[in-house]
T-cell receptor
Framework: NAGVTQTPKFRILKIGQSMTLQCAQDMNHNYMYWYRQDPGMGLKLIYYSVGAGITDKGEVPNGYNVSRSTTEDFPLRLELAAPSQTSVYFC??????????????FGPGTRLTVL | AQSVTQLDSQVPVFEEAPVELRCNYS??????LFWYVQYPNQGLQLLLKYLSGSTLVESINGFEAEFNKSQTSFHLRKPSVHISDTAEYFC???????????FGRGTSLIVHP
């Protein structure tokens, strides 16, 4: 299993440009998440999905969009990049383990700079 | 709403010394507790978890954490740290019925030779 994969690893955008951060998992997990990580601020949830076709906003959704057409893929779209979106972005997935919610598996991250 | 407090943003320690990273949460319902580790320029990976059963849980690399319900804490400990333990450590809490965890802000463990 490759686990959770993210592309690209690094990206520099100009203000106003758009891009899609790709995320895929091969563990057949129902739940997928997008976080951003800023220094000293921990992880902030952007969007999450509980299954194909179902997405919902997290704590900081403004400026982002997501889709979940398959169980495996959960891309994050930035439509009009702004310097405030400079961050490291992590995708994660998880599933149920019996009656307990299991841990999250994280991708390696995408480091995005908006200039 | 649940919250997680990691009281120390940075913990410097010398190699082979013991360390404790503190985590407190606020929740009145059943919880599932996790510690994640993030090495430089990498994603987070699970270090250990408490779902039910024994309140003391251990990782394969010598860390342990104890779930203390009365004090709503889940502190992480290691009796003797190595240089390779230098990393960011995150505590996370899920409440029963929720698939969205709440993360603490992280504690940077810096091990000096």
């Amino acid at each position: 299993n490759a686990g959770v994969t993210q592309t690209p690893k690094f990206r520099i955008l100009k203000i106003g440009q758009s891009m899609t951060l790709q995320c895929a998992q091969d563990m057949n997990h129902n739940y997928m998440y997008w976080y951003r990580q800023d220094p000293g601020m921990g992880l902030k949830l952007i969007y999450y999905s509980v299954g194909a076709g179902i997405t919902d906003k997290g704590e900081v959704p403004n400026g982002y969009n997501v889709s979940r057409s398959t169980t495996e893929d959960f891309p994050l779209r930035l439509e009009l990049a702004a310097p405030s979106q400079t961050s490291v972005y992590f995708c994660a997935s998880s599933t149920l383990a019996g009656s307990s919610y299991n841990e999250q598996f994280f991708g390696p991250g995408t480091r995005l700079t908006v200039l | 709403a649940q919250s997680v407090t990691q009281l120390d943003s940075q913990v410097p320690v010398f190699e082979e010394a013991p360390v404790e990273l503190r985590c407190n949460y606020s929740s009145s319902v059943s919880v599932y507790l996790f510690w994640y580790v993030q090495y430089p320029n990498q994603g987070l990976q699970l270090l250990l978890k408490y779902l039910s059963g024994s309140t003391l849980v251990e990782s394969i690399n010598g860390f342990e954490a104890e779930f203390n319900k009365s004090q709503t804490s889940f502190h992480l400990r290691k009796p003797s740290v190595h240089i390779s333990d230098t990393a960011e450590y995150f505590c996370a809490v899920r409440t029963g019925g929720s698939y969205i965890p709440t993360f603490g802000r992280g504690t940077s463990l810096i091990v000096h030779p």
